[in-house]
Each structure stands twice: as structure tokens, then as C-alpha cells.
């Protein structure tokens, strides 16, 4: 099938390389699946090495293929619209999995809002033929064919390319709900950055007046000056490559983003019990507690023997994993992670 493996064709073949395109079937995946780390599909073997998580890979292949940005800023807009893909995904997730009359409402909210939401904006910025930039990046889809030629990923959108003068420090405000969630772990990156920035919490009620005014509909958001930065992973991303906690090369960021990948596979896996009522919640709650959580944190404490989850150093994948998983990590992870505290904030936050 083309599924998440096509776009990662396209690259390969836009680079020319040869490769092997095994395709199994279902059931050759249900013998193999428990031999395989984060146990998902595609994998992307590179001689000896491999990669998982489609993300991941794109973005290798991307920088391969110089189709990646040209400096962080631009890499940071493709990394936007990678994220609101999936946040689109998402939205579409519960639809997929009702049933009867729920699934005809959902359907319904589908086409007649979230839809229309997505592809209002992706069309306004898709006037340049390009998704991010003004130019092609892994980020380009199949319908501006005709600008793109063989390579064709993701959705009908454009985003215009910015850049941040770099001759003096930048100001930061970071706008994002009263509480921890997707906003804490960028607060301690900015904090382990030593920068000052500006920290505004809003309610649920000031998030509703002003919900239709935000690109992508989304918080939290990061201006850096007059610029201003969207989906949580792009922002990490951003203030890693700061903080130089982005890996030291690509094969190095590699590691961190399959790990920050598979993390989202385990939000994304614990959404339906929190949805689900009465006795389907119990059901999905006791599969979660039961298998998918052990998977995942026995793959998260065998990565973290080292003390941290990427490439046997710190990275901003840790502080992010930590802040969602603290409580099933092994005590030496933990331990590393602490040793960040050196920072105000940081004091400030610890549990």
C-alpha cells in the first residue's frame, strides 16, 4: 500500500538511489512485530543502521536530498507543517474508530469544520506552489505536481519563509494554557538557556475569544521577536538546536526525533480510554495499563541506560520525555535530568 512508506519512496527515488521496497502483508507483520523496536511501521534500513518513525526518516532523507532548509529557521517551518499534519490525523482518529450514529456525527464535524479549517489555511499559504519557504522541501504534496515534478509529501499548503536578524539576543513570549502540559518543556529549554522570556498563561475562556485569530488553531505558540513559531516539536526542535541539544550531526538528530516520535505513538494510543466512557473505558484503560504502557517503558528503560534516551547524551528528546513519562523512567534517567536544576526555573519546578 502507499500509506506513511510512500512519501519516503518519493525521496529515495528523487535522490536515485536504489533501493530494496520490501512490502509485507498484514499478517507477515503480526509474526514480526514483536521483533521490532517501537513496534511500528516504516523502517528505513541504512546499511547497518536503522531508523524508525516516518518523521525521522523523512527528515534524513530530506537533509540528504538538501530539501531540509538551508539554516534552522527554515528547517523550523517544515517542521510546522509536519506538525500539523498530524494534528489533523488526529482529528480524524476518532471518526475513523466510531461506530453507528457517533460515527455519522463525527464525520459530519469533519467535513463541515476541521476540513474546512485545515485546507482554508493550507490553500491561503499554498500561493508560492510551495509548502515552506518559497521553495521544494520534503514538506511538498502531490497536488502541486507540477512544480514539484517526482517529489510529492504531505498537504496543499505554504507556508512564506521569515528570518530573525541574529545581531542581538532575541526576545521570547511563549503563550500557552495555565498549566503544565504541552507548554513545561519549553519553559525548561528556555530556562536552561538562561533566557529571559515572557511566560503567558491564559484560560480556557481568553483561548476560545482568541482560538480563531491562531494559524493551526493550536497552543502553545513561541514569538522570537517579531516572528512567531507553531507546534510544540518545532519549538523544542528550535531551542535544542539553541541550547545545542539537537544532536551533533544528522544521523545524531535522527535518534532524537524516532524517539520524540514514538512518544506521540503513545499520546496518540492513550487517547481513546480518555475519550471512552463507563465499560469501553475500563476495557481500553486495563489494555493500556496492561500492555501498551509496559511496551513503551520497557523500551524507554532500556534506551535510558546511559542516563539519556539519544546518542548517550543529553538532548531536548529527554527533558520531553521526562516532563510527559517521569514516573515510569528509571531512577539514573531521572537523576541526569535533574542535573538541569542548576537553573532557576528549573529549581523552581522540581516535584
Given at each position: 500500500?502507499?500509506?506513511?512508506?510512500?512519501?519516503?519512496?518519493?525521496?529515495?527515488?528523487?535522490?536515485?538511489?536504489?533501493?530494496?521496497?520490501?512490502?509485507?502483508?498484514?499478517?507477515?507483520?503480526?509474526?514480526?512485530?514483536?521483533?521490532?523496536?517501537?513496534?511500528?511501521?516504516?523502517?528505513?534500513?541504512?546499511?547497518?543502521?536503522?531508523?524508525?518513525?516516518?518523521?525521522?526518516?523523512?527528515?534524513?532523507?530530506?537533509?540528504?536530498?538538501?530539501?531540509?532548509?538551508?539554516?534552522?529557521?527554515?528547517?523550523?517551518?517544515?517542521?510546522?507543517?509536519?506538525?500539523?499534519?498530524?494534528?489533523?490525523?488526529?482529528?480524524?482518529?476518532?471518526?475513523?474508530?466510531?461506530?453507528?450514529?457517533?460515527?455519522?456525527?463525527?464525520?459530519?464535524?469533519?467535513?463541515?469544520?476541521?476540513?474546512?479549517?485545515?485546507?482554508?489555511?493550507?490553500?491561503?499559504?499554498?500561493?508560492?506552489?510551495?509548502?515552506?519557504?518559497?521553495?521544494?522541501?520534503w514538506a511538498d504534496q502531490k497536488d502541486h505536481e507540477h512544480r514539484v515534478h517526482r517529489l510529492t509529501i504531505i498537504v496543499q499548503n505554504s507556508l512564506k519563509f521569515f528570518h530573525v536578524q541574529t545581531s542581538r539576543m532575541p526576545t521570547y513570549k511563549l503563550t500557552y494554557f495555565d498549566m503544565r502540559g504541552k507548554g513545561e518543556p519549553i519553559r525548561w529549554l528556555l530556562s536552561y538557556l538562561g533566557e529571559k522570556f515572557e511566560d503567558k498563561r491564559i484560560t480556557k475562556e481568553q483561548w476560545q475569544g482568541i482560538?480563531?485569530?491562531?494559524?493551526?488553531?493550536?497552543?502553545?505558540?513561541?514569538?522570537?521577536?517579531?516572528?512567531?513559531?507553531?507546534?510544540?516539536?518545532?519549538?523544542?526542535?528550535?531551542?535544542?538546536?539553541?541550547?545545542?541539544?539537537?544532536?551533533?550531526?544528522?544521523?545524531?538528530?535522527?535518534?532524537?526525533?524516532?524517539?520524540?516520535?514514538?512518544?506521540?505513538?503513545?499520546?496518540?494510543?492513550?487517547?481513546?480510554?480518555?475519550?471512552?466512557?463507563?465499560?469501553?473505558?475500563?476495557?481500553?484503560?486495563?489494555?493500556?495499563?496492561?500492555?501498551?504502557?509496559?511496551?513503551?517503558?520497557?523500551?524507554?528503560?532500556?534506551?535510558?541506560?546511559?542516563?539519556?534516551?539519544?546518542?548517550?547524551?543529553?538532548?531536548?528528546?529527554?527533558?520531553?520525555?521526562?516532563?510527559?513519562?517521569?514516573?515510569?523512567?528509571?531512577?539514573?534517567?531521572?537523576?541526569?535530568?535533574?542535573?538541569?536544576?542548576?537553573?532557576?526555573?528549573?529549581?523552581?519546578?522540581?516535584?
Open positions: 500500500m502507499r500509506g506513511k512508506a510512500e512519501p519516503i519512496r518519493w525521496l529515495l527515488s528523487y535522490l536515485g538511489e536504489k533501493f530494496e521496497d520490501k512490502r509485507i502483508t498484514r499478517e507477515q507483520w503480526q509474526g514480526i512485530k514483536k521483533d521490532v523496536l517501537f513496534g511500528k511501521l516504516p523502517i528505513l534500513d541504512v546499511d547497518s543502521e536503522r531508523i524508525y518513525q516516518t518523521g525521522a526518516i523523512l527528515k534524513y532523507l530530506g537533509q540528504k536530498a538538501k530539501l531540509a532548509g538551508d539554516n534552522d529557521w527554515e528547517s523550523i517551518q517544515i517542521d510546522m507543517i509536519a506538525g500539523t499534519l498530524e494534528d489533523f490525523f488526529v482529528a480524524m482518529g476518532p471518526a475513523r474508530r466510531a461506530e453507528g450514529e457517533q460515527k455519522q456525527q463525527l464525520v459530519k464535524q469533519l467535513k463541515a469544520e476541521t476540513f474546512p479549517y485545515y485546507f482554508n489555511i493550507y490553500n491561503e499559504k499554498a500561493k508560492s506552489g510551495y509548502l515552506a519557504n518559497g521553495k521544494l522541501s482560538k480563531k485569530d491562531v494559524l493551526f488553531g493550536k497552543l502553545p505558540i513561541l514569538d522570537v521577536d517579531s516572528e512567531r513559531i507553531y507546534q510544540t516539536g518545532a519549538i523544542l526542535k528550535y531551542l535544542g538546536q539553541k541550547a545545542k541539544l539537537a544532536g551533533d550531526n544528522d544521523w545524531e538528530s535522527i535518534q532524537i526525533d524516532m524517539i520524540a516520535g514514538t512518544l506521540e505513538d503513545l499520546l496518540g494510543a492513550m487517547a481513546p480510554a480518555r475519550r471512552a466512557e463507563g465499560e469501553q473505558k475500563e476495557q481500553l484503560m486495563k489494555q493500556l495499563k496492561t500492555e501498551t504502557i509496559p511496551y513503551y517503558f520497557n523500551i524507554y528503560n532500556e534506551k535510558a541506560k546511559s542516563g539519556y534516551l539519544a546518542n548517550g547524551k543529553l538532548s531536548w528528546v529527554d527533558l520531553l520525555v521526562y516532563l510527559e513519562l517521569r514516573s515510569g523512567l528509571q531512577k539514573d534517567h531521572e537523576h541526569r535530568v535533574h542535573q538541569l536544576t542548576s537553573r532557576d526555573y528549573l529549581r523552581l519546578r522540581l516535584f
